[in-house]
């Protein structure tokens, strides 16, 4: 079973940038569409962006699209969100999570119910 630990959260000001990774250990990661998701207090747990196990492949909320950048680096195994444009509305605890299915290496994985494993989860707070 493998392990998601995120780090990179933090305090930002409004218009800019974090870059949020996610170190996977203890099981395999490149066989697996990956997705970063995000929930803000009383608010339900959200997709950021996902990406195919073969890293071509991407989507994006059209809360963040142009804004955020998901990537991975399958000889590291390693998820990144590089986030620039931050708004305060983008305040949350940002998790990252693997899917539940192999599928095709092209596969995006869009729900929540798709994914299987998740991160503790990292603090990103955006001041105005």
């Known amino acids: 079973q493998v392990q998601l630990v995120e780090s990179g959260g933090g305090l930002v000001q409004a218009g800019g940038s974090l870059r949020l990774s996610c170190a996977a250990s203890g099981g395999k990661f490149s066989p697996f569409g990956m997705g970063w998701f995000r929930q803000a207090p009383g608010k339900e747990r959200e997709l950021v962006g996902a990406?195919?196990?073969?890293?071509?492949?991407?989507f994006y909320a059209d809360s963040v699209k142009g804004r955020f950048t998901i990537s991975r680096d399958n000889t590291k195994n390693t998820l990144d969100l590089q986030m620039n444009g931050l708004k305060p509305e983008d305040t949350a605890v940002y998790y990252c999570?693997?899917?539940?299915?192999?599928?095709?290496?092209?596969?995006?994985?869009?729900?929540?119910?798709?994914?299987?494993?998740w991160g503790q989860g990292t603090q990103v707070t955006v001041s105005s």
């Open positions: 990406i195919s196990r073969n890293g071509v492949n991407t």
């Open positions: 999570a693997s899917a539940r299915f192999m599928g095709y290496e092209i596969t995006v994985y869009t729900h929540l119910t798709d994914y299987e494993f």
